[in-house]
């Protein structure tokens, strides 16, 4: 399938794509930092020919390749991947729930104070010392599955300088439930996406919306809050948290949509303790969420606590990944500076990650079970380097 589909720039390329593209899978997978430590490993005879195949990419091509790769082939490897996971019923739930979800986040990939010769990086000032500098960075939007394990990566798109993180979410999502009209029922986004040209856009494509209510939006929210203060909350423990939950039902106070808007709020109190030099001391932590839902006409309506779930789920690093993806996978690492080059390779991070965590999820038996991912990329090292012929997955020592 690689093979066919993928193509980048080049002209005549001794290196096909689909090596330079298997070879960055396999580097990312087991966790290499940069193109010349994977470019080095590509030089040793013998080693990772079965995974990338007979003619492996020196460094040098593989950034001239990156710079050039088509795009849109590999985010047609993204989509793909999600329709046969949900095809194959590879998704497992972490709470009980029949709506697909997902969330639209900004990361960034790239900063620096050093101006570098890039048409394409994004600018702030910031103050540093008794001065204010500028830096230099690049910004990414990733619609990403909540909910669920895989939480598999649907689409990722750059923001251009000079336009905001909601312009790009607005491409990203234009093109992706264009393509895909189907696949989602909610999105879950942060509190700078309620504004009212990117909601009402955004209800057209069925979806119900639920979006981050702060003090910001300030009516709305003194509302909501003045609400709170008459309508009791419905009331849960579970161990040491107590969750006070209201679901306020349709507010007004937003004349620029022109329709209602339903708030839920979440007041979370947990209680934990811990021994500090011979006492025990507690430490309440208090989480104040506020949530809009819009939903489009003729939808059903979502029960309140499970879009709290939703919300939640946005934040689930275990399964989402970014906190993995940072600190193991380096995600916020530029392995090339050059917009297109930065793409590409993210898409084919998410690919990486994807498909291992699918792999781990579905292959581990017996004692692997017990190994940490780290460890696992090793051992998935052994397996695409070496000259190993079989699966030795299958039949993990006792
Ligand atoms: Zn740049």
């Keep these: 399938m690689l093979g066919t589909q993928l193509k980048d720039g080049r002209k005549s390329p ?7 593209v298997l070879g960055l899978f396999g580097g990312f997978a087991v966790r290499f930092g940069s193109l010349n430590q994977l470019g080095a490993q590509f030089k040793i005879p013998g080693r990772w020919e079965r995974w990338v195949g007979s003619r492996k990419p020196s460094a040098d ?28 019923k590879v998704f497992r ?39 204010y500098v500028t830096e230099y960075y690049h910004r990414d939007v990733v619609l990403q599955l909540v909910g669920v394990t895989p939480a598999v990566v649907l689409d990722v798109e750059a923001l251009r300088p ?28 942060d509190a700078f996406y309620l504004q009212a040209p990117f909601v009402k856009e ?5 979806l119900h919306l639920v979006i981050v209510l702060k003090q910001e939006n300030r009516e709305l929210y003194q509302d909501a809050l003045g609400l709170c203060e008459s309508i009791p909350a419905k009331i849960t423990k579970v161990g040491t948290e107590e969750i006070r939950f209201w679901d306020l039902g349709e507010l007004r106070t937003w004349s620029q949509l022109g329709r209602g808007v339903r708030v839920v709020r979440s007041v979370e109190k947990e209680l934990t303790g811990k021994r500090k030099n011979g006492d025990f001391v507690f430490k309440q932590t208090v989480r104040d969420w506020f949530w ?27 399964t989402r990944g970014f906190c993995e993806l940072t600190q193991h ?11 297109n080059a930065m793409l590409a390779a993210l898409m084919i991070l998410f690919l990486a990650f994807t498909l291992t965590t699918i792999f781990f999820q579905r292959n581990l038996k017996g004692i692997w079970k017990k190994f940490a991912r780290v460890a696992l990329a090793r051992l998935l090292m052994d397996d695409l ?14």
């Design 385 to 398: 380097a070496g000259h190993y012929y079989g699966s030795f997955w299958s039949t993990a020592p006792a």
């Design 93 to 131: 739930r972490l709470f009980p729930d029949i709506h697909w979800v997902a969330a639209l986040d900004g990361i960034e990939t790239y900063k620096s104070q050093k101006k570098d010769n890039c048409p394409h990086c994004l600018t702030r000032r910031l103050v540093s010392g008794d001065e």
């Design 202 to 206: 955004l209800l057209r494509y069925g």
């Design 162 to 189: 000079g336009e905001t993180e909601a312009a790009a979410g607005l491409r990203l999502l234009r093109r992706f439930l264009g393509r895909h009209p189907r696949y989602l029922d909610a999105i879950t986004l």
């Design 292 to 318: 809009c839902v819009i939903s489009p006409e003729g939808r059903g309506r979502v029960d309140g606590e499970l879009i709290a779930k939703w919300g939640h789920a946005r934040w689930d690093e275990e």
């Design 61 to 88: 091509t593989m950034a001239y390749s990156l710079d050039r790769l088509y795009l849109n082939l590999l985010r047609r490897l993204l989509w793909t991947i999600a329709m046969l996971c949900k095809r194959k």
């Design 14 to 20: 001794s290196v096909p794509t689909a090596s330079v």
């Design 329 to 339: 996978w380096h995600l916020d690492h530029c392995y090339r500076h050059n917009a």
